[in-house]
């Protein structure tokens, strides 16, 4: 048998992998050392974030009423979990109103974008 091979150049280039899409939920803790852990995330539009408050109480305000944020959480919330809902997409910094300082951010991208920003 005699084995014959190709001469020439089979050069296909291969797209990169696109990166995975943003989870559609995320966890927030509000740590004793007056953090919010990861101080930020990135979701889907339509997706969650729940706050994780432990013993220390901590809120969450969206302060200036950005348009498309969720509802704040009010109070002093210790020992419970809650979660918001963001249906549009944006960039929502938030902080805690006992705790100056303490802030963090949601990024809210469109699922069917191509890149997150």
């Given at each position: 048998m005699l084995l014959v091979a190709a001469c020439g150049?089979?050069?296909?280039?291969?797209?990169p992998t696109p990166p995975p899409p943003p989870p559609l939920a995320e966890e927030v803790q509000a740590?004793?050392?007056?953090?919010?852990?990861?101080?930020?995330?990135?979701?889907?539009?339509?997706?969650t974030v729940t706050f994780d408050f432990g013993s220390l109480a901590h809120n969450?305000?969206?302060?200036?009423?950005?348009?498309?944020?969720?509802?704040n959480i009010t109070g002093q919330n210790s020992n419970v979990s809650k979660t918001l809902?963001?249906?549009?997409?944006?960039?929502?910094?938030y902080?805690?109103?006992i705790h100056p300082g303490m802030?963090?951010?949601?990024?809210?991208?469109?699922p069917a974008a191509?890149?997150?920003r």
């Open positions: 150049s089979d050069k296909t280039t291969a797209e740590t004793e050392q007056i953090t919010f852990s990861p101080n930020r995330v990135t979701i889907v539009r339509g997706g969450v305000y969206f302060d200036g009423a950005p348009v498309g944020a969720p509802a809902t963001f249906d549009s997409v944006g960039t929502f910094v902080d805690c109103h802030k963090g951010t949601v990024i809210v991208v469109d191509k890149t997150v």
